[in-house]
């Protein structure tokens, strides 16, 4: 099977690098973590890589908005390697700040409509939310390769420009039609996906349709708000101890895993 190269993207601010290293390299890959201003110096670094990801932080401070200056670093001097990633067959994943950073950039909305159709906007009650929550995967029709045989998963989340909107009604619908909502939070075990906005805390910041999570059309373009990198040994679930028997994994692995087995396919 071929073994995936992940280029962990950093910037001043990036704070979960190295648990997504970790992530990528217990499902098999191998990683770099490689510093924005190394790749702007020369951009045929991200030749040898598969997969880019984007892992959360709080990447220039959040000035302006979380994310922003960083897609604009992005935009302005990488804007062919990061289009290199999205059109060829490899693999983009953004996790929390870099789910936001995929959004300003608006790779993982394109094919919707000319303006930008949806963003990710401050939490409804305005605070950072730090906790775990229960999550569930549109799986009728979502192509997302990352959360492929994935039904529900119980995962951290600490944000506080999380929420997701949309332009209008029929953003909504248009990515919904194609499963690009892909994952979703839901109540305690509730275990499926709905698009009825669920009240606080089940929703944790008041998206709509409870999106976690969205990918491109192809499905190999995926961004998230919750952390599964801060759930990949069974000992992270806050109630490890009480359970008879651990799991190989925590819920989080899957993602990872899938990710890698893409390349094995
Ligand atoms: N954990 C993170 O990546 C946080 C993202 C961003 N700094 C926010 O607070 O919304």
Redesign the pocket.
């Known amino acids: 099977m071929a073994v995936p190269r992940v280029l962990i993207l950093r910037a001043p601010g990036t704070?979960?690098d190295e648990e997504t290293a970790f992530a990528f390299e217990a499902a098999g890959a191998v990683t770099e973590r490689v510093h924005v201003n190394r790749l702007i110096e020369n951009p045929k670094l991200a030749e040898d890589f598969q997969v880019l990801c984007l892992?959360?932080?709080?990447?220039y401070g959040?000035d302006i908005a979380?994310?922003r200056i960083l897609a604009s670093q992005l935009d302005r001097h990488l804007g062919d390697m990061v289009r290199q990633f999205c059109d060829q067959d490899r693999l983009v994943l953004g996790?929390?700040?870099?789910f936001?950073v995929l959004m300003r950039l608006g790779v993982l909305t394109s094919g919707v409509r000319e303006t930008q159709p949806a963003t990710?906007t401050w939490n409804d009650h305005g605070r950072?939310e730090d906790r775990w929550v229960h999550l569930a995967v549109d799986k009728t029709k979502t192509p997302c390769v990352f959360l492929k045989g994935i039904d529900k998963m119980y995962l951290p989340?600490?944000?506080?420009?999380?929420k997701f909107v949309t332009a209008d009604a029929e953003a909504l619908k248009a990515f919904g039609d194609a499963g690009r909502l892909a994952l979703r939070y839901t109540a305690a075990d509730a275990g499926q996906a709905s698009d009825e906005v669920l009240p606080f805390p089940s929703n944790p910041n008041g998206s709509e349709a409870n999106v976690a999570g969205i990918c491109d059309a192809t499905g190999r373009l995926f961004g998230l708000m919750p952390?599964p990198e801060r759930h990949i040994d069974p000992t992270h679930h806050p109630q490890w101890t009480r359970r008879a028997q651990q799991p190989q994994w925590g819920e989080g692995f899957a993602i990872f895993k899938n990710a890698v087995d893409y390349f094995g396919e």
């Open positions: 704070n979960c892992p959360g932080g709080f990447s959040d979380a994310g996790i929390c700040n870099g936001q990710l950072f989340i600490a944000h506080a420009e999380g952390h």
